[in-house]
């Protein structure tokens, strides 16, 4: 609950930053639905300098010469990350919600993490980190189950948006954790962060299921 609400404190203190850029967005013409594909856009393009980076160290150079690469995709990721926060906010302030939105940002929010994933996971088999590679793609099972657990709730009528590793958390991880291997040319931090995301997200969407199992046992 604690933690709840401090996701909850967060995203107030981030709308109050970005409601004049909402507001001039308006002006602009921007739908929330251009906002979404934006945002999908970059993280598509951060996908591309984590396969070039694999790419440079299998053919290019030695292994670890595209780190510079990881870390300006990290930027691009958390870059992005602002189109996810100010869809929502745009559809809401504007008077833009639909359903249609809904189902686009939910769909390309999907797609956007399981490439840069895909990226990061390539780049790791590739550079002889298999055991890593195997670790992002258990994150990436965990990110798709924890949106998939949620999904079946609210088809059965319940609420469920508990859990440690969320999609904003996901994302943050994802691009400091690159951003970190771009700087300090260590591989470990992009494996950590990684092995990080496989376990709680994988924890949250087992935890998701309790709470669901409880709430139709009237626990």
Not at 57 to 75: E, F, K, L, M, T
Request: hydrophobic share 55%; aromatic share 14%.
């Amino acid at each position: 609950m604690i933690f709840m609400n401090y996701r909850d404190f967060l995203q107030k203190v981030i709308y109050r930053i970005i409601d004049p850029l909402i507001k001039a967005m308006i002006r602009l013409g921007f739908t929330p639905n251009l906002v979404t594909t934006l945002g999908f856009i970059g993280n598509v393009v951060a996908t591309g300098f984590f396969v070039y980076a694999a790419y440079i160290s299998q053919n290019v150079g030695q292994p670890g010469d595209g780190n510079i690469y990881i870390g300006w995709g990290g930027a691009i990721i958390l870059f992005s990350g602002l189109f996810d926060m100010m869809d929502g906010r745009l559809a809401r302030v504007g008077n833009m919600s639909s359903e249609f939105g809904a189902l686009w940002d939910s769909t390309l929010d999907r797609y956007s993490e399981l490439l840069t994933l895909f990226g990061i996971c390539a780049y790791l088999f590739l550079n002889g980190w298999f055991w890593g590679g195997v670790i992002t793609f258990l994150a990436m099972v965990g990110s798709v189950m924890v949106s998939y657990v949620r999904a079946r709730a609210e088809g059965i009528g319940l609420e469920c948006k508990v859990g440690l590793m969320q999609r904003p958390e996901r994302v943050v991880v994802t691009a400091l954790v690159a951003i970190a291997e771009g700087f300090a040319d260590n591989v470990w931090w992009l494996v950590g962060g990684m092995a990080l995301i496989a376990l709680l997200a994988n924890f949250t969407a087992f935890w998701r299921i309790a709470y669901c199992h409880r709430q139709m046992k009237g626990i």
